[in-house]
Each structure stands twice: as structure tokens, then as C-alpha cells.
């Protein structure tokens, strides 16, 4: 039996948008997914918008029922930044008895809440005025922290300031998967910048206004491995790893800016505007913990033509297809639980051995429902196979000493995902959306119960 240490977290991760619904009503306006579904519905999987979420706003207390059942003693949500201060300073008191309660209730339970204040939702107000390109997005940001932290800290001792801060930016500025839908590498960069100054001003406002507890940030940590040791894949690997793993680790946890990222931003044109007290403030702002979000790694290369200066990532690193990788054939992502054990070793050694946790994995599904038996459950082995393959490295890392003290699965009830909507079922309860977002506990909820009750398996 794989034991994990005493007071380990288990539990589910999801996020204010992707579950709340309601999301023009009760006070909240709007935020850049509100807009991009009014604009553009067809990119959005089968139509379905941000108002299609799972309901929470009404079936908190009732999901709240359900993560005891299957033994969840921890959760993540979100705020909505924009549910709570609709206009940028106004609070709306619907939200704060909406959120006291549901964090409450959590408490109640014995489920332990760990709130994010990001998770990809920029309000519209905001994103009119340039959102992260601009500097009063991080004034704002800090704004709202602190609101949040004063009106809640009571009830939340863990906060997180952003979730995967690299896809909003990537996906926003490079990919076109998310609004503003830009190509622009130097807007990225600046992007990123105003992001990680959110952060620190965030975990600054946290010093200044809550005496107990812990902030931390959530990064989607995709280790990468190099097709060789030929010096030029190892450069993309090295380029990959800057850009990718320490340009937010760094700066969170060791309160500096790798100067190796600095030049390679230098050489190709591409620094950002700081201020003046910007470096000061980030060695002075470190976090408590790291959440870190894994679910698959990238296999890099050699660029094939190199572009100087870059305008693109692929300038810097390509990726490539590793002709021995196993692949989830539900999604196309590709399994690999090893790099856990290369995670955890790689936070035991590299960053002080901070204390972390896995703030999400798991297994998504396309057309989920082929596998549900007779009675009406989904029979998803797979996922609990996928599950434990993982726990078996992330232990492997804690017995070696990484200091690790949690697990959170994606997630708890199958949720709405961005353009994907409904296309990729994660959870532990299937949600039916025929029938007014009826949830039932799928096959993996219930060996969850298990895995929480006995610490292991
Ligand atoms: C995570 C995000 O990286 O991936 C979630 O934090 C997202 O917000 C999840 O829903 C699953 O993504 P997808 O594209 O498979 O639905």
C-alpha cells in the first residue's frame, strides 16, 4: 500500500467561470468570455457559452454534500473579479453573501477551500481599457486582492493569485484561443510582465492585510525533455524551460528574474516595460507554496529556421512528436506520468524545497457517455488507472524527500471549458445537460472515497 503523508489534501480543482452560471445576472458583469460568446458563438463547442455552466451559483450547498461523499477534504475555486466588483470598485454584496456562504459551508463540512483570484476572466471594463497589456491592470489587480482578502480571509486561510498565468497569455496573445485573439510575441512578453507584477502586489496586499495563512500561484508546470543531447536541442530545451517554467517559478519562489532570461529577451527585442521599484518588489514578495497543474509534458527540438529576432516561440523551441509516447486516445494528449516524480524532484532541489501540491491532473474524455453501464454510471476505468499511475510517481518523489501536500484532481463535476464547452468530461460526477445539470457520481468518484480514507492505495 503507497501511504501518503498525514494531512494530505485530496481533493477537486475548478474555477468560478467554468462552474458558476449566471453569469450576466445577480450582479456580475461582464468578462472577456460574456463578450467573445456574444461576438463570435461558433467558436465555442456545440454553442455552449459561459451562461451554460454548471449551476454552482444555485447547487453549492448540494455539491458541497457531494465532495464529502467521495471524500474530498479539500477544494479549489475562484472568485469572479467581476461577480464581485462589477465595475472595478463598487462591491457587489449579492457576491460577498454568495461567496461567505459557499466558503462557509465548505468549512462546515470539513472541506478545506482554496481560493484563486484568477482563472483566465478578465472583466470587460478592464479589457476596454487594454487589460494586461496596460499597467492599471496590475493597480486594479491589487485592488481587488485586497477587497477579496479582507472580505473573506476569515474563512480562507490558502489563496492563490492566478491560475496558469501562461495560458492566458499564450492563448490570448499567440494562439488565438482566447480574447483578444492577438499574434504578437513583444505584447506577450508584456503581458506576462504586468501578470507577475499582479502577482507580487497581490502577495503583497496579502502581508499587509491577512496575519495567518498562505498565498501561493498555480502554474501549469509542463516539464520538457529534448528529442537529444545534440547541443542545439538542448539549447531548446533550455530556451523552452526559461520561457515556460522560470519565468513565474523564479520570480515566485526565489524573488529573481533568471538573467538568462533577461538576455534572451534582450537579444531579441523583446523586454518589457518594468518600473523602477518592479525588481525590488519581486524579491521582497515570495510565495508560501506552489500549485502545480500537470497533465502533460512537451518534447522539444531545434527550431528548424531560426528567425532573429524571434517573433514567435517556435524561433526559440519546436515540438515534436516523441515516437514512443503512449496517448490518451479520449483527448490526444499524450500520458506520461513520470514527469510527476520529475516535478517533485525538480521543486525538492531547484526551489528550497518549497512546500507544493498537484493543484490539478487528470484524464479528459471525448463522448464520455459510451462508457456508461446499465444503471446509469460511468464505468471510467481509465481514469482511475491514469490516477494512480501518477500517484505511484508523486509518491515516489515525497519518499525521496519533495515536499509535496496534496493532490487535486480536474475536477469534481464535469465543467464547461472555455471553447471546448462540454467536449471533454473530467469529473468525478457526470453532469447531464439535458436534465438541468444533474449530477451522478461516476465509478472514479467512488475509488476516490477510497484513495481519501485509507491516505493511499
Ligand atoms: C486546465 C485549465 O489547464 O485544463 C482548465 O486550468 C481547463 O481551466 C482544463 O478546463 C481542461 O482543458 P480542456 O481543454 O481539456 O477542456
Known amino acids: ?195 507577475l507584477m499582479a502577482h507580487v502586489y497581490a502577495v503583497q496586499a496579502f502581508r499587509d492585510t491577512q496575519n495567518d495563512g498562505r498565498i501561493g500561484i498555480i502554474l501549469n508546470v509542463t516539464p520538457t525533455y529534448a528529442k537529444s543531447d545534440k547541443r542545439q536541442d538542448q539549447e531548446a530545451k533550455r530556451k523552452a524551460d526559461l520561457l515556460i517554467i522560470k519565468s513565474f517559478l523564479d520570480p515566485c519562489v526565489l524573488g529573481t528574474i533568471p538573467v538568462e532570461l533577461s538576455e534572451l529577451l534582450l537579444e531579441n527585442d523583446l523586454t518589457p516595460d518594468i518600473l523602477s521599484d518592479d525588481k525590488k518588489a519581486i524579491s521582497r514578495n515570495l510565495v508560501d507554496f506552489i500549485g502545480i497543474n500537470y497533465y502533460q509534458p512537451m518534447r522539444v527540438q531545434a527550431p528548424r529556421e531560426i528567425r532573429h529576432p524571434a517573433i514567435f516561440p517556435t524561433d526559440f523551441y519546436e515540438s515534436y512528436d516523441w515516437p514512443d509516447k503512449r496517448i490518451n486516445p479520449y483527448r490526444g494528449w499524450e500520458i506520461y506520468p513520470e514527469a510527476m516524480y520529475d516535478v517533485a524532484i525538480m521543486m525538492k532541489d531547484d526551489y528550497g524545497n518549497i512546500p507544493w501540491y498537484v493543484s490539478e491532473n487528470g484524464m479528459g474524455v471525448a463522448d464520455e457517455e459510451r462508457f456508461m453501464d446499465e444503471s446509469g454510471m460511468i464505468i471510467d476505468n481509465y481514469r482511475i488507472e491514469f490516477m494512480k499511475e501518477h500517484l505511484e510517481y508523486l509518491h515516489r518523489g515525497i519518499e525521496e524527500g519533495s515536499n509535496c501536500f496534496g493532490y487535486h484532481t480536474w475536477t469534481f463535476v464535469d465543467c464547461w471549458s472555455w471553447l471546448n464547452g462540454y467536449k471533454n468530461r473530467y469529473g468525478f460526477y457526470r453532469v447531464d445537460l439535458k436534465n438541468n445539470y444533474q449530477r451522478t457520481v461516476k465509478k472514479s468518484g467512488l475509488w476516490f472515497k477510497e484513495l481519501s480514507k485509507n491516505n493511499g492505495f
Open 1 to 195: 500500500m503507497l501511504k501518503f503523508p498525514v494531512n494530505f489534501l485530496w481533493g477537486s480543482a475548478a474555477s468560478a467561470p467554468q462552474t458558476e452560471g449566471h453569469s450576466l445576472g445577480n450582479g456580475k458583469s461582464a468578462t472577456t468570455w460574456d463578450k467573445w460568446f456574444e461576438l463570435n458563438p461558433e467558436k465555442f463547442h456545440a454553442n455552449e457559452g459561459p451562461e451554460n455552466t454548471s449551476n454552482v451559483y444555485e447547487e453549492y450547498i448540494n455539491d458541497i454534500k457531494r465532495m464529502k461523499e467521495i471524500g474530498l477534504n479539500s477544494y479549489r475555486t475562484s472568485i469572479s473579479w467581476a461577480r464581485l466588483l462589477p465595475d472595478g470598485k463598487k462591491i457587489n454584496q449579492e457576491a460577498v453573501m454568495f461567496y461567505r456562504d459557499y466558503f462557509q459551508t465548505m468549512l462546515d463540512e470539513g472541506i478545506h477551500p482554496i481560493v484563486n483570484l484568477f482563472h483566465f476572466d478578465m472583466p470587460w471594463w478592464l479589457m476596454e481599457k487594454g487589460g494586461w497589456e496596460t499597467r492599471e491592470s496590475v493597480e486594479a489587480f491589487h485592488f481587488y486582492a485586497k477587497t477579496a482578502f479582507e472580505l473573506f480571509g476569515d474563512l480562507v486561510s490558502d489563496w492563490v493569485t492566478f491560475n496558469e498565468p501562461l495560458v492566458h497569455i499564450e492563448c490570448g496573445y499567440l494562439y488565438g484561443y482566447h480574447y483578444p485573439a492577438i499574434i504578437d510575441l513583444k505584447k506577450a512578453i508584456q503581458v506576462g510582465f504586468h501578470t
